[in-house]
């Protein structure tokens, strides 16, 4: 093996599913980054030979701790193990990006924040649409205060396309497997408005005799403010297909409306003022900002975009969500966050 160059970086990338598969892709283009693979998989890791060539391969994260050097490692894997391998890596000094939902429980959350602060290593979650120009040009709309104070948001993602995509299938034995997958919607509320609700209501069904599904596999949230000054709904399915994907914000004075699958935006004042814009945008390239971040991060030049502390939000709602749907009632955000030590 060749001696490390000046300045290049070790990334371990640990699961080949689809999502790992063009975190591989497109950090591969970097001339900056050395490229290794966890995959126990023989089936997967055939096709990203098939797909990409040949990269030192690891049957296990622990493999590639012990082989030593890494500067970070990428967790990719399907969602039960982000916490075990995140943990291990920052014990073992390695930076971690972590792909979303950070975690599926709160309390392993909580253990993840406490491994950051131990190993001072940077961590970050990946809510990519932070970086879509999309998102941010509606963020920037919101900020400018053109609509006014926002008093609803309303999003709704119809996505069979995700289940024909998964390699795992694990949405069919996963519960509520697609408030997991979907949890960019739920990051996107508390990262425009900069509040996080109060209480939350889901109500999910079984619909349909699809191929592939989930249990359940169309739900709606409602989200509850104490001071009554704002309300959010988000409805998620994996049942639309071709894929729906729709963001609205109303304000005092106007509002907002998003298509994320076209980019296009319109953005109105009662007072009759009108804005259509699309946002230029490749996916791929959405991805290649959110490591071009990451990369100067752990170089040093600058500070995670979603550290432990923020990106524990989403999966704290996603908590809620699904204590809601069990119990059937609307569940209290800030009780659950204080069992946890958490808000």
Same mark, same amino acid.
């Given at each position: ?10 990334? #371990? ?5 689809? $999502? ?12 900056? /980054? ?13 096709? $990203? ?26 967790? %990719? ?31 392993? #959350? ?24 999309? /998102?941010?040009?509606?963020?920037? $709309? ?16 119809? =996505?069979?396309? =995700? ?18 997958? #979907? /949890? ?5 509320? #508390?990262?425009?408005? +900069? ?8 109500? @999910?069904?079984?619909?349909?005799a699809l191929e592939l599904t989930s249990a359940p596999n169309v739900i709606d949230a409602v989200y509850r ?24 914000? =109303? @304000? ?5 409306? +998003? ?5 296009? $935006?319109?953005?109105?004042?009662? @007072? ?29 030049? =600058? ?7 923020? %990106? /524990? ?11 809601? %749907? ?18």
């Open positions: 093996m060749k001696g490390k160059r000046m300045n290049e970086l070790n990334f #371990c990338v640990a699961g080949a599913g689809s $999502i790992g598969r063009r975190h591989l892709r497109l950090l591969k283009e970097r001339g900056d /980054i050395r490229l290794s693979v966890v995959e126990p998989s023989e089936k997967s890791w055939a096709r $990203i030979v098939e797909e990409m060539g040949e990269f030192r391969r690891f049957h296990t994260l622990e493999e590639a701790l012990v082989s030593g050097n890494l500067d970070a490692v990428v967790i %990719a894997t399907p969602h039960g193990m982000h916490a075990e391998m995140s943990i291990q890596a920052l014990d073992a000094g390695v930076n971690v990006f972590c792909e979303k939902p950070m975690s599926d429980s709160v309390e392993e #959350c909580m253990a993840m924040q406490e491994a950051v602060q131990r190993s001072g290593k940077v961590f970050s979650v990946g809510f990519m649409f932070h970086f879509d120009p999309f /998102i941010r040009k509606i963020r920037e $709309i919101l900020m400018s205060g053109r609509i006014g104070t926002p008093v609803h948001f309303y999003s709704r993602l119809g =996505t069979y396309n =995700t289940l024909l995509c998964s390699v795992s299938r694990h949405q069919a034995y996963t519960p509520y497997s697609i408030i997991m997958d #979907c /949890i960019h919607d739920t990051d996107l509320l #508390c990262w425009l408005t +900069g509040r996080v609700p109060d209480y939350v209501f889901m109500n @999910g069904i079984q619909a349909g403010y104490a001071d009554g000054t704002f309300a959010a709904h988000s409805h998620f399915n994996y049942v639309q297909h071709p894929q729906v994907h729709t963001l609205e914000i =109303t @304000g005092d004075r106007g509002y907002i409306q +998003g298509d994320f699958m076209t980019a296009r $935006i319109t953005a109105a004042t009662f @007072g009759g003022e009108m804005e259509i814009v699309t946002a230029e945008r490749q996916f791929d390239d959405v991805y290649r900002a959110e490591w071009e971040w990451f990369v100067k991060a752990v170089r040093g030049e =600058t500070s995670p975009e979603n550290p432990a502390a923020s %990106a /524990i939000l989403p999966t704290l709602l996603m908590h809620a969500q699904m204590e809601s %749907a069990r119990n059937g009632r609307e569940a209290d955000v800030r009780e659950i966050a204080g069992r946890y030590g958490f808000l």
